[in-house]
């Protein structure tokens, strides 16, 4: 089981990175779009324009590790109930098959599995 929270852990880190990748390549894109000095006639961008675009492009980076940060909490958070959830159906499945053998005396019952 440990090896495949591992195998999830992995999978769950490559997809959010390519979500990741993604998200600052679209809005990188359409910042450059935005801030394309060939469409606007100008070749020269005054200085203030292009810390702005600096600061617009650090904002949405930290937006998306902030975004992709709850992801991964969220996931964590989810894999948690999903086990705990496990055990508990687990231990019902228990207890259910030790009420069928008390109430038939010992006697297997038809579909009854023994683990």
Request: hydrophobic share 30%; proline share 2%; aromatic share 4%.
């Amino acid at each position: 089981m440990d090896r495949d929270s591992h195998s999830e852990d992995t999978l769950s880190t490559m997809v959010l990175e390519n979500i990741k990748n993604k998200l600052i390549h679209a809005f990188r894109a359409t910042g450059e779009s935005r801030e394309d000095p060939q469409e606007s006639g100008s070749t020269d961008r005054p200085v203030s324009l292009g810390r702005s675009f600096q600061a617009n492009e650090e904002l949405r980076r930290a937006q998306i590790d902030g975004a992709i940060t709850w992801l991964r909490s969220e996931l964590l958070e989810m894999r948690s109930q999903d086990l705990q959830l496990a055990q508990t159906l687990l231990g019902l499945n228990t207890e259910i098959q030790r009420l069928r053998r008390e109430s038939f005396g010992g006697v297997e019952v038809e579909g009854d599995d023994q683990q």
